[in-house]
């Protein structure tokens, strides 16, 4: 009798877990204004989204993470889509020396978030342009640092 318990159990609690992930990507699809042609690849991208969301949750799980990550526009891609968008044509460098620098009287943390010295996210979209982006983004920060106003310069 108690496996019968055990089996009504588990079928029960995979049911409601596929309703709350098939609302999850209802509300990220109308969240992002997703469009799928087809059922297959509605089908496909949901698969996706579920993987990107139980790597989100095993990730935000973990104790004493440094940070969290959340669902975006990207979550019903593929990795392979992913690695194709921050692919970087770039030269690699052979030798790079290592320096240890003394960190003995810096804080543990510093959340530069709370301090007001980031601005919101930013989407650059596939044009190649990190390095811009990441570039400004460090300015505003250490004028922010330097002088307490948060500015918000232009990538181009």
């Known amino acids: 009798m108690w496996f019968k318990s055990l089996i009504v ?3 029960a609690a995979t ?3 596929e309703l709350e992930s098939a609302r999850l990507f209802a509300e990220y699809v109308a969240k992002f204004g997703k469009n799928y042609p087809t059922m297959q690849e509605y089908q ?3 698969i996706e989204f579920a993987k990107t ?3 989100i949750l ?3 799980m973990v104790k004493d993470k440094t940070s969290t990550v959340g669902l975006n526009k990207f979550a019903d891609w593929t990795e392979e889509e992913r690695k194709q968008l921050r ?3 770039g030269r690699e460098y052979a030798s790079l020396t290592e320096i240890e620098l003394d960190a003995s009287d810096l804080p543990k943390e510093i959340n530069w978030v709370q301090k007001g010295a980031v601005n919101a996210v930013q989407d650059q979209g596939q044009c190649g342009s990190c390095w811009a982006f990441s570039a400004i983004a460090q300015m505003e920060g ?3 640092i330097q002088t307490g106003e948060l500015l918000k310069l232009s990538e181009q």
């Open 9 to 11: 159990s588990l079928v």
């Open 15 to 17: 049911a409601t877990a």
């Open 44 to 46: 496909f991208r949901y």
């Open 53 to 55: 969301y139980a790597q």
């Open 58 to 60: 095993k990730h935000n």
């Open 87 to 89: 692919s970087f044509g």
């Open 142 to 144: 250490q004028h922010f």
